[in-house]
T-cell receptor, first 113, second 113 residues
Framework: DQQVKQNSPSLSVQEGRISILNCDYT??????FLWYKKYPAEGPTFLIS?????DKNEDGRFTVFLNKSAKHLSLHIVPSQPGDSAVYFC????????????FGTGTSLTVIP | KAGVTQTPRYLIKTRGQQVTLSCSPISGHRSVSWYQQTPGQGLQFLFE???????NKGNFPGRFSGRQFSNSRSEMNVSTLELGDSALYLC????????????FGQGTRLTVV
């Protein structure tokens, strides 16, 4: 049972425009969320996190939005750059149980120069 | 500050053999988690250790086991290897016991022939 879903396998965006990557979850106990960037045959690189006590967190070009009632989060990248091309994963955990994260299946982002 | 180090990076084993993978977390991090990534299943949680105790375990057979040492280094063992165990095995370390970012190593690519 996939508790974290990324329904868009791929996304293409022009350089300089906004990239919006979406993620949905089903478990209402999830209260901590992470976004990762990943290249093939490498480990995921941590990008940004958000706790359920917030609805927005910003770090440079990256902003994560959390809508708890909809069980939905999104990652905004502004402006998008060719170097952002990679697979992006969202992950969620019930922090009361530790650091066990449930991952989405990933969205492959291509930023076109 | 050194990141998460996984050894070896690549491994080829024969069906029926056993294998041990090693992970050295970021200095000061006491939580170590293991994940399996395959093309069909994405990133699947194996287990988490905190202060030498296994706190969480994913839905994997008993052939998959692990341990954590007093210096927080962790090992993962897979016995009686099957072809389906071929995957990228990722280790992640976290500073705190919960609600904190997980930083991944480069992974160990295991191929079972």
């Amino acid at each position: 049972d996939q508790q974290v879903k990324q329904n868009s396998p791929s996304l293409s965006v022009q350089e300089g425009r906004i990239s919006i990557l979406n993620c949905d979850y089903t478990n209402s106990m999830f209260d901590y969320f992470l976004w990762y960037k990943k290249y093939p045959a490498e480990g995921p690189t941590f990008l940004i996190s958000i706790s359920s006590i917030k609805d927005k967190n910003e770090d440079g070009r990256f902003t994560v939005f959390l809508n708890k009632s909809a069980k939905h989060l999104s990652l905004h990248i502004v402006p998008s750059q060719p170097g952002d091309s990679a697979v992006y994963f969202c992950a969620a955990s019930d922090s009361n149980t530790g650091n066990q994260f449930y991952f989405g299946t990933g969205t492959s982002l291509t930023v076109i120069p | 500050k050194a990141g998460v180090t996984q050894t070896p990076r690549y491994l080829i084993k024969t069906r029926g053999q056993q294998v041990t993978l090693s992970c050295s977390p970021i200095s000061g991090h006491r939580s170590v988690s293991w994940y399996q990534q395959t093309p069909g299943q994405g990133l699947q949680f194996l287990f988490e250790y905190f202060s030498e105790t296994q706190r969480n375990k994913g839905n994997f057979p008993g052939r998959f086991s692990g341990r954590q040492f007093s210096n927080s280094r962790s090992e993962m063992n897979v016995s009686t290897l099957e072809l389906g165990d071929s995957a990228l095995y990722l280790c992640a370390s976290s500073l705190a016991s919960m609600g904190t970012e997980a930083f991944f190593g480069q992974g160990t690519r295991l191929t079972v022939v």
